[in-house]
């Protein structure tokens, strides 16, 4: 079946503009997380969906940072009035019901270049 | 303290020996434990989990937890170029069902 799909591939934009990064789930899955990863620092968490609703937003590094869940799949990472220390791979995973233990699957990414 | 710390790096080892990776981690009640790896380039695919202490095999793959220690590894047998990739272990703490922490990862190169 299929996995999980971002969209763009990769993003290069101008400091100070606005910037929407997709996530499509695996077909089923409830649970939904955003990481980031850059040079230096690893993969960091971001915000955690179950369902529609994110019961853990606190990896979100600033105000400038949102993210919303509709219908239950697709999810939209939106930062605004971009900087160029956003520039990042942002990855998406997805697991069948958010339980301790199951495997979380990732997507190839986006890769976020604010210049 | 990170809550996720790997064993810095970069490993490089001939074909067909053993690689060994290493993870501690500082949350005592922590419950999930993985191994990733990720091809440069490529996003991180699950290669191994384990939930109570001991050994988990899987092919050439040996996880080993111990809970006590706050340590658990990857033990790759008869290494392939092709597992050349970095490592990275993730956990799940006992307080934050569902959010991974990752450690910064471990650099493997297997060579020919």
């Given at each position: 079946?299929a996995g999980v799909s971002q969209s763009p591939s990769n993003k290069?934009?101008?400091?100070?503009?606005?910037?929407e990064l997709r996530c499509d789930p695996i077909?089923?899955?409830?649970?939904l997380y955003w990481y980031r990863q850059?040079?230096?620092?690893?993969?960091?968490?971001?915000?955690?969906?179950?369902?529609?609703?994110?019961?853990?937003?606190?990896?979100?590094?600033?105000?400038?940072?949102?993210?919303?869940?509709?219908?239950?799949?697709v999810s939209t990472l939106?930062?605004?009035?971009?900087?160029?220390?956003?520039?990042?791979v942002y990855l998406c995973a997805s697991?069948?019901?958010?339980?301790?233990?199951?495997?979380?699957y990732f997507g190839p990414g986006t890769r976020l270049?604010?210049? | 303290?990170?809550?996720?710390?790997?064993?810095?790096?970069?490993?490089?080892?001939?074909?067909?020996?053993?690689?060994?990776?290493?993870?501690?981690?500082?949350?005592?009640?922590?419950?999930?434990?993985?191994?990733?790896?990720?091809?440069?380039?490529?996003s991180?695919?699950?290669?191994?989990?384990?939930?109570?202490?001991?050994?988990?095999?899987?092919?050439?793959?040996?996880?080993?937890?111990?809970?006590?220690?706050?340590?658990?590894?990857?033990?790759?047998?008869?290494?392939?170029?092709?597992?050349?990739?970095?490592?990275?272990?993730?956990?799940?703490?006992?307080?934050?069902?569902?959010?991974?922490?990752?450690?910064?990862?471990?650099?493997?190169?297997?060579?020919?």
């Amino acid at each position: 079946g299929a996995g999980v799909s971002q969209s763009p591939s990769n993003k290069v934009t101008e400091k100070g503009k606005d910037v929407e990064l997709r996530c499509d789930p695996i077909s089923g899955h409830t649970a939904l997380y955003w990481y980031r990863q850059s040079l230096g620092q690893g993969l960091e968490f971001l915000i955690y969906f179950q369902g529609n609703s994110a019961p853990d937003k606190s990896g979100l590094p600033s105000d400038r940072f949102s993210a919303e869940r509709t219908g239950g799949s697709v999810s939209t990472l939106t930062i605004q009035r971009t900087q160029q220390e956003d520039s990042a791979v942002y990855l998406c995973a997805s697991s069948s019901q958010g339980r301790s233990g199951e495997t979380q699957y990732f997507g190839p990414g986006t890769r976020l270049l604010v210049l | 303290q990170k809550e996720v710390e790997q064993n810095s790096g970069p490993l490089s080892v001939p074909e067909g020996a053993i690689a060994s990776l290493n993870c501690t981690y500082s949350d005592r009640v922590s419950q999930s434990f993985f191994w990733y790896r990720q091809y440069s380039g490529k996003s991180p695919e699950l290669i191994m989990s384990i939930y109570s202490n001991g050994d988990k095999e899987d092919g050439r793959f040996t996880a080993q937890l111990n809970k006590a220690s706050q340590y658990v590894s990857l033990l790759i047998r008869d290494s392939q170029p092709s597992d050349s990739a970095t490592y990275l272990c993730a956990v799940i703490r006992g307080s934050t069902l569902g959010r991974l922490y990752f450690g910064r990862g471990t650099q493997l190169t297997v060579w020919p």
